[in-house]
């Protein structure tokens, strides 16, 4: 399995697993759930008694990942993560997921990798879900928004698509030779969706900004691509984009939408390439 760190304060010792425990040096200890997952929150990871993703938002995007609807986008990343003529990454590699969500991005992009893969989200619902869909890679409910459980430059490749990017841990776990792949929503993203409950569509570039956050921490960009793709929902899927994107969360924005069981949205994200300089 991927190796990991121990994430009680002031360790970070590296775990060894034992039996159905990750034991380090210092004695600290976790053990692996019934749900296949690896649980190493701390007490000051958590603001709320549910942190991460609330259950609706996550089988919202289930769903709608089960549609089919980020096929496209998968096809997109693939050459920047598969070993080829086109990508100097090593085949050897140790990915690591940040915000790996019920994790469909990890099999799709990684899935002959296995024991060198490890998605970390903080959602327990979406976490359970990954392990059941991928029980032979490893799966860690934690905290990634403060220390990532991973020695420093151990990881080959991170993923951080549409979650939340720790740029100083990023930059510490990262190979001197590994590459990082992040996705943002892009400006034209569910634009119609925007418009009908919120009167408008604004429009936000991001990732100029992730570019900007990324090089000070001593990472350059590489590559930046726009994906984009129109798909036609009907009532529920309307409903699972709300509920994913926690937009329209509004009594009077859902209302809005009362009486449309059809409409046809932009998909639209921005992916960018960072290797270390």
Known sequence: MFVLRCTV???CQMLQQRGSGLFCGSGHHFDQSKGGYWNLTQPQDKK????GDNDEAVLARHRWLERGHATGLIEALKPWVNPGPVSDVPNHLRVLDLGCGEGTFGPALFGDQADGYCGID???KAIRLAARRWPA?????ANADRVLPVADGSV????SLFGRRPEAEIARVLAADGVLVVAVPGEEDLVELREQTQTEG?????????????????????EH?????RVALDAEQIRDAL??????????????????????VTLAADLMLFQPV
């Open 137 to 141: 890679a490893t799966w860690v409910l």
């Open 122 to 124: 903080l959602s327990r």
């Open 225 to 229: 691509k726009l994906w984009m793709d």
């Open 9 to 11: 304060r002031g360790c």
């Open 48 to 51: 709320s008694l549910r942190p």
């Open 156 to 159: 080959g490749c991170i993923v």
């Open 202 to 222: 604004h429009r936000r570039s991001r990732w100029e900004q992730v570019v900007d956050a990324m090089r000070s921490h001593g990472l350059g960009l590489v």
């Open 243 to 264: 509920a994913m994107t926690y937009r329209a969360v509004r009594n009077r924005q859902h209302q809005r939408l009362e009486g449309i069981d059809q409409m046809d």
